[in-house]
């Protein structure tokens, strides 16, 4: 699973780790996931691992259907995400007295601020990135960096008063529309922002299994592991926000959080179901989905992956460079990559320099550089090698992520 990479500070993967310590002590590690990512399916499949396929789950529980909402069929208000089908769906589990999870992966309430009057949008000072309501707690938010502000009553690019409106659904807007069209039912918004520790978010998970909550609206916080005997139904809002952006891993993280929730309906003796809503179901990655075929989906993803020499059938590695001055950092890139002769002693192919796809985090321009080798390279030697043969000014920050999960 992604969340075993840490991106914060040192950059490494906890999975990768433990397979290498084990290696080096001569002992045994369990990989255990119902969702395993393309690496681990791909090394058992080369019989570098052994694999062991549980054919049953847990209980006598069932995995459940998965199908599609097309969103281009279904009549929709404005500011409305529930589709009238799904609408349906949900007042069935409430007249049954069964629980319902909507579920969206964006905090907050709206990720967008817009002006009425000048279109601008607000954002963060320090970050290329917008600012996400949180009406919950009453403030902006910079998903970046963290920082805060007070929404502001004028427009701060044109000044006009009580002119800036949400656009787009978050959790807390999700849970607004709900209560809404569900007025009697009991909802309860789970994302990591809402509660204020890991101890309250147990207690309140304990609470809703069993029984406290008819709609559970939540972010992928509620994807992993949580055992929600009484939910039948999953109703995903957005199924097409992870494809988006359409990075090296879009198509295996969706793949792998649309099951993981969809996991969650009918784990004890009740049928569940899940419908994701999705403007796009003749897409590969909703179809395999929906077919809930994995080994054909992995086949099909370990193969672009191969053609494209791509992890894990080739090292990747992303370059980052940040610093306060956008010149400096672009001319040590560019110096990089124009002096690189260790790398292209190995035949690496190098991409770049660009604007990262967030071009500034708290203040600091991101450049980013890609570099790409075959797999019997020591890609990550020799990028060493690379980095360390330049002098890095004190405010330039370079960083190697081998393997990145992640393209921000
Ligand atoms: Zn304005
Ligand atoms: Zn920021």
């Known amino acids: 699973d992604i969340s075993y990479k840490q991106e914060d500070g040192v950059l490494y993967s906890a999975r990768d780790m433990a397979v290498m310590r084990a290696s080096i002590e001569q002992a045994s590690v369990v990989l255990a996931s119902a969702t395993p990512s393309l690496e681990t399916w791909a090394n058992a499949d080369i019989g570098k691992y052994n694999r062991v396929d549980l054919t049953e ?4 529980a069932r995995i459940p259907e998965i199908l599609a909402i097309d969103m281009r069929d279904q009549p929709m208000e404005r500011n409305s995400w ?3 089908h799904l609408k349906n769906e949900v007042e069935l589990r ?7 999870l909507l579920f969206l992966n964006r905090r907050g309430y709206a990720p967008i601020t817009v002006c009425r009057k000048c279109g601008d949008q607000v954002g963060c000072e320090q970050c290329d990135a917008r600012m996400v309501e949180h009406r919950f707690q009453g403030y902006l938010m910079c998903h970046q960096c963290g920082e805060t502000k007070q929404m502001p009553n004028v427009c701060p690019s044109c000044g006009e008063v009580d002119c800036l409106t949400a656009v787009g659904p978050g959790v807390e807007r999700l849970a607004e529309e709900a209560q809404e069209k569900f007025p009697k039912a009991k909802i309860s918004v789970l994302s990591s922002d809402m509660l204020i520790s890991a101890q309250a978010l147990k207690t309140r998970i304990k ?8 709609i559970i609206i939540g972010t992928q916080l509620v994807a992993k592991g949580h055992n929600f005997p009484l939910l039948t139904l999953v109703g995903v809002i957005d199924s097409d926000l992870a494809l988006m952006g359409g990075d090296l891993r ?5 793949f792998q959080l649309m099951r993981q929730v969809a996991g969650r309906a009918g ?3 009740k049928k569940g179901i899940a419908f994701l809503q999705t403007h796009q179901p003749e897409h590969s990655v909703i179809k395999a989905i929906l077919k809930g075929d994995e080994e054909e989906f992995w086949k099909s993803e370990a193969q672009q992956r191969r053609l494209n020499n791509m992890p894990p059938f080739g090292k990747l590695a992303g370059v980052i460079l940040k610093g306060p001055n956008l010149n400096d950092v672009f001319n040590l890139a560019n110096n990089m990559v124009k002096n690189a002769h260790i790398l292209n002693s190995i035949n690496a192919q190098i991409y770049g320099p660009a604007p990262a796809p967030i071009a500034r985090v708290r203040g600091n321009h991101r450049v980013r550089i890609l570099v790409k080798a075959s797999k019997e390279t020591m890609l990550q030697n020799s990028l060493m090698k690379w980095k360390n043969s330049f002098k890095i000014p004190k405010d330039i920050q ?5 393997d990145p999960q992640s393209f921000y």
Do not use: C, K, Y
């Not at 879009?250 to 969706?254: D, F, L, S």
């Not at 370079?398 to 081998?402: E, H, L, N, Q, R």
């Open 57 to 60: 789950r847990f209980g006598d």
């Open 82 to 84: 529930i589709s009238p």
């Open 94 to 100: 409430l007249e049954r007295g069964e629980q319902s």
């Open 207 to 214: 609470e809703i299994a069993l029984g406290d909550a008819d």
């Open 250 to 254: 879009a198509a295996e993280r969706t």
């Open 267 to 269: 784990r004890a003796d």
């Open 398 to 402: 370079v960083t190697i992520d081998i």
